[in-house]
């Protein structure tokens, strides 16, 4: 069983940064992929940004230049660094992971607010 734990999320103002973290209870590296996901109040959950095992990223059209996701195997975590925030990306942020040993894994997830 695959335990993920996010944090890093609050209240930022429009322009500003947050870094999310989420930490897995396996061994990263291991995975085929983790990602970041997002909901916002009445929508439906979108992916974010995601690293492969090989290394390669994928972002959201909306994210790109802005949003950078990168892990640390040696700590087991994942993180989404959040650069130039605008409100439109309010949001409980989760973390997926999916393993074809484990299979696939959210964590609880993580508000992230962009607000003045």
């Known amino acids: 069983q695959v335990q993920l734990v996010e944090s890093g999320g609050g209240l930022v103002q429009p322009g500003g940064s947050l870094r999310l973290s989420c930490a897995a209870s396996?061994?990263?590296?291991?995975?085929?992929?983790m990602g970041w996901h997002r909901q916002a109040p009445g929508k439906q959950r979108e992916m974010v940004a995601g690293?492969?095992?090989?290394?390669?990223?994928n972002y959201a059209d909306s994210v790109q230049g802005r949003f950078t996701i990168s892990r640390d195997n040696g700590k087991n975590t994942v993180y989404l660094q959040m650069n130039s925030l605008r409100p439109e990306a309010t949001a409980v942020y989760y973390c997926?992971?999916?393993?074809?040993?484990?299979?696939?894994?959210w964590g609880q997830g993580t508000q992230v607010t962009v607000s003045t």
């Open positions: 997926k992971s999916v393993s074809s040993t484990h299979g696939v894994y």
């Open positions: 396996g061994r990263i590296f291991s995975f085929n992929y």
């Open positions: 690293i492969y095992s090989d290394g390669s990223t």
